[in-house]
């Protein structure tokens, strides 16, 4: 593995199954974030994690749930899909939080719920 | 409220120059940074500023001024590979990224 893995790559889902998004880094990143991407609005943050063990709400949490227990892993987890959660994924990772640290990025997951 | 504004799309020339704007408004600053993402593949990093002036590297730079909140991307000597959306995106007083919609450029041979 070199970076960021994504998978599944694209995913066609019925409403209200519950699904799981997978996200893995080997970059031994202390943080990871969780974006969507709509057409005409800009990446919006989901859920992020400053390190293992710990998890925050980011600007469009509801209806998604994280957890970090490794380094390495950051699942995403749609308990319920809606069609409103129809969008391209994105997971990110970078060494820390702080200023500079530029975001990697993982290739994306193309979720539709119908 | 935070807001980043950037141009929906622009068009330019191979081998011209082109300037693509951002101005922001957010709660605090911690950095401005550009991304570049083409169609269908993920974002991936060009520049960082966090203090007013120019970064040059390479065929890019990017400008910085605080004061006014603004910063624009500057391309040089334009190649068909640089079609491409360009992110705007500044980091708040949470160390969180608010991010623009992105500029689409539209480079004509």
């Known amino acids: 593995i070199a970076g960021i893995t994504q998978a599944p790559t694209s995913q066609i889902l019925a409403a209200g199954r519950r699904m799981t998004l997978r996200c893995t880094q080997d970059m031994r990143h202390n943080a990871m974030y969780w974006y969507r991407q709509d057409l005409g609005l800009g990446l919006r943050l989901i859920h992020y994690s400053n390190t293992a063990g710990t998890t925050g709400k980011g600007e469009v949490p509801d209806g998604y749930s994280v957890s970090r227990a490794n380094t390495d892993d950051f699942p995403l987890t749609l308990a319920s899909a809606v069609p409103s959660q129809t969008s391209v994924y994105f997971c990110a990772s970078s060494e820390n939080s702080g200023e500079y640290n530029e975001q990697f990025f993982g290739p994306g997951t193309r979720l539709t719920v119908l | 409220g935070q807001n980043i504004d950037q141009p929906t799309e622009m068009t330019a020339t191979e081998g011209a120059i082109v300037q693509i704007n951002c101005t922001y408004q957010?709660?605090?600053?911690?950095?401005l940074f550009w991304y570049q993402q083409h169609a269908g593949e993920a974002p991936t990093f060009l520049s960082y500023?966090?203090l007013d002036g120019l970064e040059e590297k390479g065929r890019f730079s990017s400008f910085l001024s605080r004061s006014k909140g603004y910063s624009y991307l500057l391309l040089k000597e334009l190649q068909m590979k640089d079609s491409a959306s360009y992110l705007c995106?500044?980091?708040?007083?949470?160390?969180?990224?608010?991010w623009g919609a992105g500029t689409k450029l539209i480079i004509k041979p």
């Open positions: 500023n966090v």
């Open positions: 957010t709660s605090g600053f911690n950095g």
């Open positions: 995106a500044v980091k708040d007083s949470n160390y969180q990224l608010i």
